[in-house]
């Protein structure tokens, strides 16, 4: 008697079981979107201090996503270390490499004297260079800017909102952008002058 009760529960078990086991969600691969890498080692973007910076919102009516290649870069507005305002729309018909950096990162710091190479070396042929500064006194990015001799547009970027709607988690972060202010290359991380070079001749061609 015992036998005939416990086999009907042993089989009611097995069924729940291999029922439950089918509901769980299978694992999805996932891979890098094309022309888009990334250094292994970033510097983690630090905690804001202070009272917030209110900063333009950017003009686009849709919600941000996560730059890739092949989307829109966000259209932004941000003041100069001389109180212009600079808009990336403004570049529209050139090639920019918009860089979020800050004084404190040494991977921003070491790539910099590259950034201001190919940017003498490739100026004339329509490629600009957009530093984002992040969170950071002005003074204090003015006296770095001058001690690097960074010769293109430094912008501030004071409450955080453009690297934010960029979804910028660790930098030096830069996002590169065609004539037509659609996203070639993103890349995460500090660069070698080889590897920004590949990326700015790729995209001037």
């Known amino acids: 008697m015992r036998k005939a009760i416990a086999l009907p529960i042993v089989t009611l078990l097995a069924?729940?079981?291999?029922?439950?086991?089918?509901?769980?969600?299978?694992?999805?691969?996932?891979?890098?979107?094309?022309?888009?890498?990334?250094?292994?080692?970033?510097?983690?973007?630090?905690?804001?201090?202070?009272?917030?910076?209110?900063?333009?919102?950017?003009?686009?009516?849709?919600?941000?996503?996560?730059?890739?290649?092949?989307?829109?870069?966000?259209e932004f507005r941000l003041k100069d270390l001389q109180g212009r305002e600079v808009s990336l729309g403004s570049l529209r018909g050139k090639k920019v490499m918009v860089n979020f950096w800050a004084t404190w990162c040494g991977p921003c710091q070491t790539e910099i004297p590259s950034m201001v190479k190919l940017y003498d070396e490739f100026r004339l042929r329509g490629f600009e260079v957009l530093a984002v500064n992040l969170r950071e006194d002005p003074t204090k990015v003015a006296q770095f800017v001058k001690r690097f001799d960074m010769r293109f547009p430094v912008l501030l970027d004071r409450g955080g909102i453009v690297s934010m709607n960029y979804?910028?988690?660790?930098?030096?972060?830069?996002?590169?952008?065609?004539?037509k202010g659609v996203i070639q290359y993103v890349h995460v991380g500090t660069m070698s002058e080889s590897v920004m070079r590949e990326y700015v001749v790729g995209l001037l061609e």
Do not use: Y
Not at 15 to 41: D, E, K, Q, W
């Open 167 to 179: 979804f910028v988690r660790g930098i030096p972060t830069s996002v590169f952008v065609d004539e």
């Open 15 to 74: 069924t729940l079981i291999a029922f439950l086991g089918g509901c769980a969600p299978s694992p999805t691969a996932t891979s890098v979107p094309a022309r888009v890498s990334a250094s292994p080692t970033p510097t983690l973007m630090r905690p804001m201090q202070g009272p917030q910076q209110a900063t333009p919102q950017p003009t686009n009516t849709k919600p941000p996503v996560p730059p890739k290649a092949g989307a829109e870069a966000l």
